[in-house]
């Protein structure tokens, strides 16, 4: 039988990072992917979203500056594809290149547990690992009303040759509204379905209330409490029917109603490995309910939300765990996260409503009138929650407030005072020579 110190499913940000710490270690280790070979965020998620995103940036550039700059811009949709593709294409061979090159074991199946330290692969090679680490995502919830299977995925969107005249999403949450305003933006009339009155769940109540309205001012059409009951194909087109009765034709559905723990085929029953709803359940060590079997990234239900960063963070804690550098529980910095539409809005520590229970200090930021905002024709505002003196929390709806927040991380983590950041001499004029202005 194969033999590993350590076992690890998925090659995504978490997989990949277990790996080299481990390997780093001087641990023998195996790597299973049964899809693309470095997983959802280079391939099918942040990396090729953001490629699009910053095309669609130049024209809403241009739209801000439609009085100083004349002439209209048109979206090559063919070459921005082109662009991504050249990018996502080169990845997995990069992903393998590497981890060949640290001698990691690769192995292209889904292996299937048949007890705590043994997997079976298809052709019914065994392999055994001491420590096991499941890193193996989520993947898109489909639909399951009549004609779902006309409703496509994130990754159909990202992989779209041409842009449809009008497009229907269906869900409120990050992929939605992202990739509304990209449709939007490249031309298309688009229709964003959600089942209740809320998107953007875990945003500041606050950016949603601003960013809605705007995004309904360019086009976007929101249909809150809006149930589908089915999808129907009708002359070339898509015929979607609502709860309440409503009908109307649209050319491409894309759902995007949430990701689900990707343990499918892995028998993790067998490792006697518990998931639910959320993901595979873990204790405060990233350990499974098998304890030589961790999980780390989206596919773990640890609380955190489902960011690459976290991903990483979460597999170099395990890593160092499997590496005896730490017992100690894991413990997350504040984690900040950005919605890429046109405005973004993002976001990290304390939320007004933890800030009002605890009586800390809100402070509301017109942005608009300030040099840096003004100057790029940015109708921004900030919200920033301090207590004795520091920045605890901050929320921002700005063109820029995937950048900006970042200052804010680094300010919150550091517990950064006034008199520190009169202390730096930053560039000027630039945005986060403004930071000392939110003290
Ligand atoms: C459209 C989209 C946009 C996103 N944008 C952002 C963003 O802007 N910023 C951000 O921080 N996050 C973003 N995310 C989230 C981010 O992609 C994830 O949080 C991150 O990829 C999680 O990394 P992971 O390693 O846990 O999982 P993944 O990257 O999903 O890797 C898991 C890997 O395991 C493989 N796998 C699954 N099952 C098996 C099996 N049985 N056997 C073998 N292999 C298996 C999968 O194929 C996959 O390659 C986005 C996600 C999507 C879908
Ligand atoms: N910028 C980023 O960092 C970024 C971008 C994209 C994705 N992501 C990650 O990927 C995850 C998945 O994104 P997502 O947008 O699919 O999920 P999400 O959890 O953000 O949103 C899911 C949406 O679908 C709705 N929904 C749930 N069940 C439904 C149903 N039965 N019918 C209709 N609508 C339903 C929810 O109310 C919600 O609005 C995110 O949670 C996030 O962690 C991050």
């Not at 710490?21 to 942040?46: L, Q, R």
């Not at 964003?192 to 705007?214: C, D, G, S, Y």
């Amino acid at each position: 039988m194969l033999k590993y110190n350590v076992g690890i499913i998925g090659s995504g940000s978490a997989g990949t990072s277990v790996a080299y710490g481990v390997k780093a270690a001087g641990k023998s280790v195996a790597i299973f992917e049964d899809y693309i070979w470095g997983g959802t965020c280079a391939n099918m998620g942040c990396d090729p979203k953001k490629i699009i995103v910053n095309s669609i940036d130049v024209l809403r550039q241009a739209q801000l500056f439609q009085n100083e700059v004349i002439g209209k811009l048109a979206l090559n949709w063919e070459a921005v594809m082109a662009k991504k593709q050249k990018y996502v294409d080169a990845h997995p061979v990069r992903t393998l290149q590497g981890l060949d090159g640290a001698e990691i074991e690769t192995y292209h199946e889904t292996p299937r547990f048949i007890n705590a330290t043994t997997v079976e692969l298809a052709d019914g090679t065994q392999i055994e690992a001491d420590t096991w680490v499941i890193a193996s995502g989520k993947r898109p919830t489909r639909p399951t009303f009549l004609g779902a299977e006309l409703a496509e995925t994130s990754e159909d969107f990202l992989n779209m040759p041409s842009v449809p005249d009008d497009i229907t999403f269906i869900g409120g949450g990050y992929i939605a509204v992202e990739f509304a305003s990209i449709a939007q933006y490249a031309g298309a009339h688009v229709h964003l379905l959600q089942h209740n009155n809320r998107i953007l769940r875990n945003f500041e109540p606050w950016l949603v209330e601003k960013l809605v309205p705007e995004l309904t001012a360019q086009g976007i059409d929101f249909q809150f409490d809006t149930e589908i009951v089915s999808l129907k194909k009708q002359d070339g087109r898509i015929l979607v029917t609502t709860k309440t009765g409503r009908t109307f034709l649209t050319d491409k559905v894309i759902a995007a109603m949430g990701r689900h723990a990707a343990v499918e085929g892995l028998d993790l029953a067998a490792a006697g490995v518990e998931f639910d709803t959320h993901g595979v359940k873990v204790n405060k060590h990233l350990q499974t309910t098998a304890p030589n079997i961790f999980a780390a990234g989206d596919v773990a239900a640890s609380g955190t939300p489902n960011l690459t960063p976290v991903a990483g963070y979460e597999a170099r804690y395990v890593a160092d765990y499997i590496n005896g550098v730490t017992t100690d529980a894991i413990e997350y910095p504040v984690i900040s996260s950005a919605v890429y539409a046109h405005p973004r809005v993002a976001q990290v520590g304390v939320t007004t409503e933890e800030a009002e229970k605890l009586g800390y200090d809100v402070s509301d930021y017109d942005l608009k009138t300030w040099f840096n905002y003004m100057r790029l024709n940015d109708q921004a505002t900030a919200r920033v929650i301090k207590h004795e003196g520091k920045i605890v929390g901050a929320s921002i709806i700005s063109e820029q407030a995937d950048e900006i927040i970042n200052m804010f991380v680094t300010a919150i983590n550091n517990e950064t005072t006034a008199a520190e950041v009169a202390n730096q001499i930053m560039t000027y004029p630039t945005m986060e020579s403004d930071l000392g202005y939110f003290y």
